[in-house]
Nanobody
Framework: VQLQASGGGLVQTGGSLRLACTSS????????LAWYRQGPGYQRERVAR???????EYADSVKGRFTISKDNAAKTVYLDMNDLRPEDTAVYYC?????????WGQGTLVTVSS
């Protein structure tokens, strides 16, 4: 299974970005999907998660600013990020989980300038 993430870049404080991650998983619609991030000097943390039934969960630090969604037909999970802050600067990774088997994307860098 391969996960290909895209959409990172440099943005000013208050700006927006949309990350996308396309999967090659044959059973994409029956997997849980998530976005994690790892900032400089920090451990990797989960930012958002979407279940098979499209129930969503968010880290407190991004609630109200980030939205996770998925398109099963396109085998793609998205992360819409609004009102970005310098502390959102990190490498963002997509994650896929089915029956305990986990897969990671290669990461995409998001830099928020102050």
């Amino acid at each position: 299974v391969q996960l290909q993430a895209s959409g990172g870049g440099l943005v000013q404080t208050g700006g927006s970005l949309r990350l996308a991650c396309t999967s090659s998983h044959a059973f994409f619609s029956s997997t849980a999907l998530a976005w994690y991030r790892q900032g400089p000097g920090y451990q990797r943390e989960r930012v958002a998660r979407i279940t098979i039934s499209r129930r969503t969960e968010y880290a407190d630090s991004v609630k109200g600013r980030f939205t996770i969604s998925k398109d099963n037909a396109a085998k793609t999970v998205y992360l819409d990020m609004n009102d970005l802050r310098p502390e959102d600067t990190a490498v963002y990774y997509c994650h896929q989980d089915r029956a305990g088997r986990e897969y990671w994307g290669q990461g995409t860098l998001v830099t928020v300038s102050s």
